[in-house]
Nanobody
Framework: QVQLVESGGGLVQPGGSLRLSCAASGNIFSINTMAWYRQAPGKQRDLVATITNGGSTNYVDSVKGRFTISRDNTKNTVYLQMNSLKPEDTAVYYC????????????????WGQGTQVTVSS
């Protein structure tokens, strides 16, 4: 199994910044894509940004130029630097990865973190 633990959420004023971290641990053989999703109250969970193990990134249009996703493969950790935050960025942010374990190196499964709350408000 693979466990994902997020940290770094909180309350910030509009225009402020936050940095989310997500560390993967467990019986990991390899991690392919890592990503951040978010879910606002009463809405579905939406993709925010993705990063491959080679470092290729992709962002939803609403966060381009404001958010930066990065990862440290030596630590199995993904980050989300969020700048120029807006009230509409308020949501629970979830970490995601696609990983294979040492017991089943050819089998890839999705794993999710428990979520961290980000609130943008004055």
């Amino acid at each position: 199994q693979v466990q994902l633990v997020e940290s770094g959420g909180g309350l910030v004023q509009p225009g402020g910044s936050l940095r989310l971290s997500c560390a993967a641990s467990g019986n990991i053989f390899s991690i392919n894509t890592m990503a951040w999703y978010r879910q606002a109250p009463g809405k579905q969970r939406d993709l925010v940004a993705t990063i491959t193990n080679g470092g290729s990134t992709n962002y939803v249009d609403s966060v381009k130029g404001r958010f930066t996703i990065s990862r440290d493969n030596t630590k199995n950790t993904v980050y989300l630097q969020m700048n120029s935050l807006k009230p509409e960025d308020t949501a629970v942010y979830y970490c995601y990865c696609n990983a294979a374990t040492r017991r089943a190196r050819l089998e890839w499964y999705p794993y999710w973190g428990q979520g961290t709350q980000v609130t943008v408000s004055s």
